[in-house]
């Protein structure tokens, strides 16, 4: 689980956009091509198969809509 700060979600979504998706993708044992996606710890890295790469990049995108659903609520 991480925690981000606004700022901060909309920088690593800004961040995982411009990433070339050919330079992260890399052959699993089990045959499956899997995106690579390292964070600034370096012991920490995620990984996603292409469907579950375009699924969080959606719900990136939802996040992002409810942020600004609350700012403009808030006032």
């Given at each position: ?5 606004a ?8 961040y ?11 052959d ?39 942020l ?7 006032g």
């Amino acid at each position: 689980m991480l925690s981000f700060t606004a700022e901060q979600f909309k920088s690593f979504k800004k961040y995982s956009e411009d990433l070339d998706l050919e330079d992260m993708l890399h052959d699993f044992p089990d045959m499956c091509e899997r995106i690579i996606l390292r964070t600034p710890h370096r012991d920490i890295s995620f990984t996603f198969t292409l469907g579950e790469w375009y699924y969080f990049k959606e719900a990136m995108d939802e996040a992002l809509y409810m942020l600004e659903i609350y700012s403009m609520i808030e006032g």
